[in-house]
């Protein structure tokens, strides 16, 4: 390979963004987050339990809508009355356990990884974040699950510490901050 060739790697490398833009930077930032702790660390094996049931919930409610439309075209109105309401509640339904789930199960989670220790014990480690609307704060949770305990460590920054001026996103500062949340929480369960 060149250097032509790896200057242009490494430039297509570089995340730029809108830096006015709160839910793009938000993202950004959680996609840097999550890259910069499964990198370095192969022993993490990243889950997707979260995302799967929010997928179910909502094929589920698609599947309860195409359902409704497609007895109504076989059934015109008056007969498809009952099967029509249980589609209606149904669906409802689903949207609420869809909305209790995103609002108290994920909390802005990202990010959840298994750990398998070498006496068996696994141990789930699970990166959230959080940014309000109009505010520069980016507070980033990294938590660690065993069967006996768990344990937390945050950070709570400005974004403008992990992106420059032009919007693009420095890497390398949100993997000291990932690496030294990881570390703490680490070391914590290693003196225990």
């Known amino acids: 390979m060149s250097k032509k060739d790896e200057k242009s790697q490494q430039i297509d490398e570089f995340v730029k963004i809108n830096k006015w833009d709160g839910t793009a930077v938000k993202h950004a930032l959680d ?41 109504d075209f076989t059934h015109p109105f008056p007969e498809s009355k009952p099967v029509l309401m249980f589609c ?16 108290f199960r994920e909390k802005g989670t990202f990010a959840v990884a298994t750990e398998r220790m070498f006496n068996g014990e696994k141990r789930i480690w699970e990166a959230s974040s959080d940014m309000k609307k109009y505010d520069d704060k980016y507070t980033l949770l990294l938590s660690i699950k ?42 914590e369960k290693k003196e225990k």
């Open 88 to 103: 209606v509640v149904g669906y409802f339904a689903l949207m609420g356990i869809l909305t209790l789930h995103t609002t």
């Open 31 to 71: 996609d840097a987050v999550k890259s910069a702790l499964f990198a370095t660390r192969p022993h993490l094996k990243e889950q997707f339990g979260l995302i799967n049931t929010r997928l179910i919930l909502c094929t589920l409610a698609v599947g309860v809508a195409v359902m409704a439309h497609g007895w």
């Open 146 to 187: 065993d069967p006996k305990h768990l344990k937390e460590a945050s950070s709570v920054k400005s974004c403008a510490s992990f992106i420059d001026a032009n919007g693009v996103v420095l890497d390398n500062y949100i993997a000291n901050e990932v690496n030294r949340l990881y570390n703490s929480l680490a070391v």
